[in-house]
């Protein structure tokens, strides 16, 4: 068999390809229109700087990054169908791209059974990939993002300084630089000024807190996702 018999899991890949890059389109759209802005307040020790949400994320944000979590994780599942059909199974039908909830199920009855009509040798590369969450943080978070996304409603998602500047004349003593992601009134940053000093960000699109990775950028995320799913069916080619 050649990789004609991947063309299904190709091609959800390269729809979530153009489907990434369409959302960056519609993050930098978003920016556009000066969402998030920070406001200057008095404090005891200087200026402190607090994150201001003049319009929340539009949820088509967030659909959207629903949609592409769903193809790249089904891009596996066809996967596994494949490497089924090659094995002499065109009609599996408990037959997925495996994964566990933790160490001490991988491999177990529940686990094999997912990969049981598979060859020995795909079987074998299958659990070499180690995807349970101590064992492959990147695949565990697409996974259960995308289970977030079916059964729980939109992928939650939160906004970060992805750089800053200050702009102006002065002399300024920086006291605190407090990490994202910022939701209405977060502080920002607190220091202490003499001049006229402005202190602008560039604010991007994050993830919510994912076990092991953080609170990722939304984008690279993806596309780190993209790059793993592409990794694994070539792989099986």
């Not at 200057?40 to 319009?55: A, K, M």
């Not at 967030?62 to 769903?70: R, T, Y």
């Not at 996702?225 to 069916?233: D, W």
Request: glycine share 8%; with cysteine; aromatic share 10%.
């Amino acid at each position: 068999m050649t990789k004609s018999d991947l063309a299904g899991a190709y091609a959800k890949i390269e729809w979530a390809d153009r489907h990434i890059d369409m959302l960056v389109g519609e993050i930098e759209d978003f920016g556009k229109r000066d969402p998030f802005l920070l406001a200057g307040e008095s404090h005891p020790e200087g200026t402190l700087y607090r994150f201001c949400v003049e319009e929340d994320i539009p949820a088509s944000i967030s659909v959207e990054i629903g949609m592409i979590l769903a193809a790249l994780r089904s891009s596996l599942d066809v996967l596994a169908v494949t490497l089924a059909a090659r094995n002499g199974y065109p009609d599996s039908k408990t037959t997925y791209f495996p994964y566990a909830g933790n160490a001490e199920s991988f491999g177990n009855r529940a686990f094999r059974r997912k990969i049981r009509d598979l060859s020995d040798p795909d079987q074998k590369s299958s659990t070499d990939l180690k995807t349970y969450p101590e064992g492959n943080a990147t695949f565990a978070a697409l996974h259960n993002l995308n289970l977030t996304d079916k059964h729980r409603g939109l992928v939650a998602t939160g906004a970060f300084v992805g750089s800053s500047a200050i702009e102006g004349a002065g002399i300024l003593q920086l006291i605190a630089l407090y990490p994202g992601p910022y939701i209405h009134g977060s502080p920002v940053a607190l220091w202490k000024v003499k001049g006229n000093l402005e202190l602008r960000i560039a604010v991007g699109i994050s993830f919510a807190e994912i076990p092991d990775l953080g609170r990722p950028p939304v984008i690279e995320t993806l596309r780190s996702f993209r790059a793993l799913a592409y990794s694994y069916v070539e792989m099986f080619g």
